[in-house]
DNA sequence: TGCGTTGTCATACGGGTGGATAATTCGTGC
DNA sequence: GCACGAATTATCCACCCGTATGACAACGCA
């Protein structure tokens, strides 16, 4: 009479998290918000359902959880190819440019996550602050190679150039 | 004992659906597709659910003359922008580049749209046959304007440069 | 002014699904 | 082996979805 009860393995705390996050993510990028619940991210990790709430207060929790570990993949590629960057500055921006418009940063799953998650990020204040505080430290990565540029500019102009080399970035970036 | 009812007036069809269509978009774009229901859509556009159905066959109906209206938007804007151009072909290209990055082109909420309809679009066959023909005719506009250009190059280059063009509009776009 | 058409309202239904939970079981380290 | 807790299982409850239906009233026309 005894239902056979699926096998499992114990896992480490973190590797559990890690899975729950990168099937949440997966589904949101293929799927939208709308494709992410907790049955379909269980299913995906591998797991039960129920498990979700064992690591997580809530599925809410969990979707800031996994946002934040975006803006870290994002901010973490972007500051990997700054350090393997050439030293001329001008070299530095050209390189550190062309990495942000090559694999891995540009993936077609990203852009789906993007725009999964822009509406979330309009709503959850919490979830804005985290991505504001990602998309910053990009920027300020950015200005501070502009300014390192062999050229008379103040910083008011610097700032400015890094905006607008952002926005060009952001659009070779959504062609891909 | 008689229910008040809620006084109406009646409304031409035309009026109707566009009322509809109107709300069905404004939804979508603050809130994705799953804010966009039928009784969300109703309340916005000051019908009940039920009137849906009597303009639509279902609601799925609903969403794809949702988004083909908001191509014939786009597509109009652009057409506008160029008949109101100069007559120099540089000028021209400016002229249309410009009208691509202010208003009423650019517009939060058409952000919002987009992002909100990717997913769709991946997964509905009709919608991306409606959304690959809005693209490619704004592309082929480009795509002239770059032609008539006073240079050498030949119809192959024309083609590159006005997909990289259209590249960098879109990322300027993303940054309003 | 009265009548018929039909646009519009009101309400209900059947159901799928979503997130949450509590108790149970069994893998695992000691 | 024993105990702890990771993971499973089963279930809850509620909400909301899209759809269907029938009554009502606004407007055009005679």
Same mark, same amino acid.
């Given at each position: 009479m005894s239902t056979d009860r699926r096998p499992y393995r114990r896992e480490t705390e973190e590797s559990r998290r890690e899975a729950l996050i990168e099937a949440a993510l997966d589904l949101v990028a293929e799927g939208g918000p709308q494709a992410a619940t907790v049955r379909a991210i269980a299913t995906?990790?591998?797991?039960?359902p129920g498990l979700i709430r064992h690591y997580f207060a809530s599925k809410e929790e969990l979707t800031r959880a996994a946002y934040r570990r975006l803006v870290q993949i994002l901010t973490d590629d972007s500051a990997r190819a700054l350090r393997a960057?050439?030293?001329?500055?001008? !070299?530095?921006l050209a390189s550190f440019v062309a990495a942000s418009l090559s694999p891995p940063v540009v993936d077609p799953m990203r852009l789906g996550l993007w725009a999964g998650l @822009?509406?979330?990020l309009r709503s959850d204040p919490e979830m804005r602050q985290i991505h504001e505080q990602g998309y910053h430290s990009y920027r300020d990565l950015l200005e501070g190679l502009i300014a390192? @540029?062999?050229? !008379?500019?103040?910083?008011?102009?610097?700032?400015?150039d890094a905006i607008a080399c952002n926005?060009?970035? !952001?659009?070779?970036w959504l062609e891909s």
């Amino acid at each position: 009479m005894s239902t056979d009860r699926r096998p499992y393995r114990r896992e480490t705390e973190e590797s559990r998290r890690e899975a729950l996050i990168e099937a949440a993510l997966d589904l949101v990028a293929e799927g939208g918000p709308q494709a992410a619940t907790v049955r379909a991210i269980a299913t995906r990790a591998g797991v039960t359902p129920g498990l979700i709430r064992h690591y997580f207060a809530s599925k809410e929790e969990l979707t800031r959880a996994a946002y934040r570990r975006l803006v870290q993949i994002l901010t973490d590629d972007s500051a990997r190819a700054l350090r393997a960057a050439p030293a001329s500055p001008t !070299d530095r921006l050209a390189s550190f440019v062309a990495a942000s418009l090559s694999p891995p940063v540009v993936d077609p799953m990203r852009l789906g996550l993007w725009a999964g998650l @822009l509406n979330t990020l309009r709503s959850d204040p919490e979830m804005r602050q985290i991505h504001e505080q990602g998309y910053h430290s990009y920027r300020d990565l950015l200005e501070g190679l502009i300014a390192a @540029l062999p050229r !008379d500019a103040g910083p008011e102009q610097c700032r400015h150039d890094a905006i607008a080399c952002n926005a060009v970035i !952001d659009g070779l970036w959504l062609e891909s």
